[in-house]
Protein backbone atom coordinates (compact mmCIF):
# COMPACT_ATOMS: atom_id res chain seq x y z
CA UNK A 1 0.00 0.00 0.00
CA UNK A 2 3.21 2.33 0.50
CA UNK A 3 2.87 2.57 -3.44
CA UNK A 4 0.77 5.06 -5.12
CA UNK A 5 -2.46 4.56 -7.48
CA UNK A 6 -2.20 6.43 -10.19
CA UNK A 7 -6.31 5.98 -10.29
CA UNK A 8 -8.13 8.55 -8.50
CA UNK A 9 -8.77 9.00 -5.23
CA UNK A 10 -7.87 11.30 -2.32
CA UNK A 11 -3.88 11.74 -1.55
CA UNK A 12 -4.14 11.25 2.03
CA UNK A 13 -5.17 7.69 1.19
CA UNK A 14 -2.08 7.24 0.11
CA UNK A 15 0.40 9.68 1.87
CA UNK A 16 1.73 9.18 4.89
CA UNK A 17 0.92 11.70 7.79
CA UNK A 18 3.75 12.66 10.01
CA UNK A 19 1.85 13.45 13.38
CA UNK A 20 5.23 14.18 15.10
CA UNK A 21 5.53 16.97 13.00
CA UNK A 22 2.24 18.30 13.25
CA UNK A 23 2.04 17.85 16.93
CA UNK A 24 5.68 19.73 17.24
CA UNK A 25 4.45 22.59 15.31
CA UNK A 26 1.16 22.70 17.17
CA UNK A 27 3.21 22.86 20.09
CA UNK A 28 5.11 25.88 18.69
CA UNK A 29 1.94 27.88 18.13
CA UNK A 30 0.75 27.14 21.86
CA UNK A 31 3.90 28.28 23.05
CA UNK A 32 4.21 31.48 20.92
CA UNK A 33 0.62 32.36 21.59
CA UNK A 34 1.12 31.87 25.30
CA UNK A 35 4.26 33.91 25.24
CA UNK A 36 2.51 36.77 23.32
CA UNK A 37 0.56 36.45 26.33
CA UNK A 38 3.26 36.59 28.91
CA UNK A 39 4.07 39.65 26.98
CA UNK A 40 1.37 41.83 26.71
CA UNK A 41 0.46 40.83 30.56
CA UNK A 42 3.84 41.71 31.75
CA UNK A 43 3.44 45.32 29.62
CA UNK A 44 -0.24 45.84 31.51
CA UNK A 45 1.63 45.35 34.56
CA UNK A 46 4.35 47.71 33.61
CA UNK A 47 1.90 50.01 32.98
CA UNK A 48 0.26 49.62 36.14
CA UNK A 49 3.19 49.97 38.23
CA UNK A 50 4.03 53.47 36.61
CA UNK A 51 0.46 54.74 37.21
CA UNK A 52 1.32 53.86 41.14
CA UNK A 53 4.69 55.17 41.22
CA UNK A 54 3.01 58.65 39.78
CA UNK A 55 0.57 58.47 42.55
CA UNK A 56 3.24 57.69 45.00
CA UNK A 57 5.11 60.68 44.26
CA UNK A 58 1.94 62.96 44.05
CA UNK A 59 1.39 61.64 47.55
CA UNK A 60 4.85 62.33 49.09
CA UNK A 61 4.97 66.05 47.60
CA UNK A 62 1.50 66.40 48.81
CA UNK A 63 2.56 66.18 52.49
CA UNK A 64 5.71 67.60 51.64
CA UNK A 65 4.26 71.06 50.44
CA UNK A 66 1.47 70.93 53.72
CA UNK A 67 4.54 70.61 56.17
CA UNK A 68 5.99 73.08 54.26
CA UNK A 69 2.85 75.06 54.30
CA UNK A 70 2.67 74.80 58.15
CA UNK A 71 5.83 75.71 58.82
CA UNK A 72 5.23 78.85 56.68
CA UNK A 73 2.15 79.64 58.67
CA UNK A 74 4.10 79.34 62.31
CA UNK A 75 6.61 81.11 61.28
CA UNK A 76 4.41 84.57 60.37
CA UNK A 77 2.16 83.56 63.25
CA UNK A 78 5.24 83.44 65.44
CA UNK A 79 6.39 86.93 63.76
CA UNK A 80 3.09 88.52 63.54
CA UNK A 81 3.13 88.34 67.55
Known amino acids: MTARRSSGGSRF ?7 AAARIEANERVAEERWAALERR ?3 IDDALERLEKRLWLGV ?3 AAFL ?8 LKAALR
Open 13 to 19: LYDSFDA
Open 68 to 75: LAQGAEAI
Open 42 to 44: LGQ
Open 61 to 63: YGV
